[in-house]
């Protein structure tokens, strides 16, 4: 059955951009040059100058952006970082790709994100670093993370690949630690339409670091200083994030008053868990992530899925039950019942309220 309300209405957008998408493409394709180049400089700093950081660097994705931020502060075999197993598995993969070890924290059942008594916890003399995730939109509560970070000498890397443009306590989500790390996967609220992926910094060593780690491990061509990554933005991507970044402002307007309608029409439906925003954050709705307990979730969202609506679950198996990591023999509740429980509605900047309403009325016929 084609979905009358998608998960994200991304040919909208497309159609709304269509001819300064289609001149920055033709800019490109006769440019010339179509791997990293005046396109991606612009870019950095754009991003650099929206964000209020001294640096960015352009990669070529997010799952990039976490190992070499890794890399460019010195994380690797031995050591333990800390970060949540209720995410997207990239966020793990980065750290065992630096040869260092997870350590999976159990998460806050309201926000989804890393519980920092927990993370105080888990801190050993390997310690390394924190992953904090700033999941569908919402700001991990970074006051206590870097005042834990501070008392350890810890790294921190803020996973900011599903919040870009959110902001705790005013301050922008990816200037809070070391590094910022952000994804452009299409579904992003600043989506290219291919890979990509970006690192924020006001440190300027760290900076060198992981644009040198972008090209081989090399600051001049032929000239390789380590052993790195082939991790350069293209162009074309660049060229396409450029005509949305001025939207993006506007666009996360959208989704906030899209996930307050939500809010006012779905606040007497029984059985569903909307939504937490803690006070001083900023949240930018990637997602709208309800829960569903009682093992009703997938009935709901089959039910949903025959009336048209598109839904998705983000994430039905925590990582420490994955395969890979399954030896951990890890007993993580909040995060185990999340994964049973989450379902995310559809949301984006072109969502109508007459979607909406069509959601809402799925859910109160599914649900009773």
Partial sequence: MRER???????????????????????????????????????????????????????????????????ALGVGPGDEVITTPFTFFATAEAISHVGASPVFVDIEPDTFALDPDLAEAAVTPRTRAIIPVHLFGHAADMDRLGDLARAHDLHVVEDVAQAFG??????????????????FFPSKNLGAYGDGGLLA?????????????????????????????????????????????????????????????????????????????????????????????????????????????????????????LPVYRHMNLSLPAAEAAAREVLSLPMGPFLRREQQDEVAAALRQALW
């Avoid at 705790?168 to 990816?174: A, K, S, V």
């Avoid at 997938?298 to 048209?308: F, P, S």
């Fill in 166 to 183: 959110g902001r705790f306590h005013g301050r922008m989500l990816g200037t809070l630690g070391d590094f910022g790390a952000f994804s």
């Fill in 201 to 321: 910094t006001d440190d300027a060593a760290l900076a060198e670091a992981a644009r040198m780690l972008r090209a081989h491990g090399s600051r001049r061509k032929y000239y390789n200083e380590v052993v790195g990554y082939n991790s350069r933005l293209d162009a074309l991507q660049a060229a396409i994030l450029r005509v949305k970044l001025p939207h993006l402002d506007e666009w996360n307007r959208r989704r906030c008053e899209a996930a307050a309608y939500y809010r006012e029409i779905l606040a007497d439906l029984p059985g569903v868990v909307l939504p937490a925003v803690r006070p001083g954050v900023d949240h930018v709705y990637h997602q709208y992530t309800i829960r569903i307990p009682n093992g009703r979730r997938d009935a709901v969202q089959q039910a949903l899925a025959g009336r048209g609506i598109g839904t998705m679950v983000y994430y039905p198996v925590p990582l420490h039950q």
């Fill in 5 to 71: 309300v998608p998960l994200l209405d991304l040919a909208s957008e497309v159609e709304f951009l269509w001819e300064p998408l289609q001149g920055a493409i033709q800019e490109v394709l006769r440019s010339g040059q179509f791997i990293l180049g005046p396109e991606v400089d612009a870019l950095e700093r754009e991003v650099a100058a929206y964000l209020g950081v001294r640096h960015a660097v352009a990669l070529n994705s997010g799952t990039d952006a976490l190992v070499i931020a890794l890399r």
